[in-house]
């Protein structure tokens, strides 16, 4: 079966950086567009970086310049570079694969990795 499992979260200063990194199985990978996202408390789960089998990327906004998507379709990861954090970064990150045009998630939801940005 489908499965995402993220790891690479944890408490950082504002201005630092965390390096997430999302093992996928079950599917084929490298034919998938795949998806960083995010769930604060009380909001609802939205998209921060998407990258698409060829390598083009995709960010949010809140994000641009900030993080870096990356895949290795060699071992089916997929992870996410996150500089110069701030305290509204704080959230449980997941990764998923990505219906065409960022449409839709196709597979069930991982554990995901709590990133925690606070002084």
């Known amino acids: 079966q489908v499965q995402f499992v993220e790891s690479g979260g944890g408490l950082v200063q504002p201005g630092g950086s965390l390096r997430l990194s999302c093992a996928a199985s079950g599917l084929s990978f490298s034919i998938y567009i795949m998806g960083w996202y995010r769930q604060a408390p009380g909001k609802q789960r939205e998209l921060v970086a998407g990258c698409t089998p060829g390598g083009s990327k995709n960010y949010a906004d809140s994000v641009k310049g900030r993080f870096t998507i990356s895949r290795d379709n060699a071992k089916n990861t997929v992870s996410l570079q996150m500089n110069s954090l701030k305290p509204e970064d704080t959230a449980v990150y997941y990764c998923?694969?990505?219906?065409?045009?960022?449409?839709?998630?196709?597979?069930?939801w991982g554990q995901g990795t709590q990133v925690t940005v606070s002084s």
């Open positions: 998923n694969a990505v219906g065409t045009g960022y449409s839709s998630t196709l597979g069930p």
